[in-house]
């Protein structure tokens, strides 16, 4: 095998044992969802329905990224150490 073709292979592996180990945690998608509804709207921020998404969410992980559910909405998804907020 060559040099390169191993050098390519460690990197990749690399990259995978970091995705796996920054996965976002579930309170992590919880408190970017309550900031993320708070900065939208301030009526929402009053009362308090970033937190309350956040709470009825549900967390799956893919094991190098993740993603959390609210019914049938997806609310967020997250990939190392990052969560985005989607918009609905």
Do not use: C, W
């Not at 976002?24 to 308090?48: C, D, K, L, M, T």
């Not at 190098?64 to 969560?83: E, I, K, N, Q, W």
């Amino acid at each position: 095998m060559s040099k390169k073709f191993l050098t390519t292979v460690a990197v990749l592996a690399g990259v995978l044992l970091l995705a796996v180990v920054l996965n976002p945690s579930p309170e992590r998608h919880r408190q970017r969802i309550r900031e993320a509804i708070g900065e939208r709207s301030q009526v929402a921020q009053v009362f308090g329905l970033g937190a309350l998404a956040a709470f009825a969410s549900n967390y799956h992980s893919v094991g190098v990224a993740s993603y959390t559910t609210a019914g049938d909405r997806t609310l967020s998804v997250g990939f190392l150490g990052m969560v985005f907020v989607l918009n609905h």
